[in-house]
């Protein structure tokens, strides 16, 4: 059983910055991969930013320069640093790992809000 704890959304004005951070708990050999998810209303979920086991990170189009993922591999933490933040940023933020023996995991999200 693993649980992912998200916490650092919230409101904020276009051009605002927000931390989301992510934490991994319970039975964990290894975490592969974790990543940021986000689905607005009426939208699929898409992918934010995920990072690797080595470091590698991938980005959506649409974030690439703004956020930054990173990492904490001691404390199986992901965070997801969102700066010039836009109103089309506004959706749910999930976390998402790849962990042994779990598998594919989900955290239960959470909410950014970006005000014009």
């Known amino acids: 059983q693993v649980q992912l704890a998200e916490s650092g959304g919230g409101l904020v004005q276009a051009g605002g910055s927000l931390r989301l951070s992510c934490a991994a708990s319970g039975i964990i050999f290894r975490i592969n991969a974790m990543g940021w998810y986000r689905q607005a209303p009426g939208k699929q979920r898409e992918l934010v930013a995920r990072i690797i086991s080595s470091g590698t990170t991938n980005y959506a189009d649409s974030v690439k320069g703004r956020f930054t993922i990173s990492r904490d591999n001691a404390k199986n933490t992901v965070y997801l640093q969102m700066n010039s933040l836009k109103p089309e940023d506004t959706a749910v933020y999930y976390c998402?790992?790849?962990?042994?023996?779990?598998?594919?995991?989900w955290g239960q999200g959470t909410q950014v809000t970006v005000s014009s």
């Open positions: 998402n790992a790849e962990i042994r023996p779990a598998g594919n995991s």
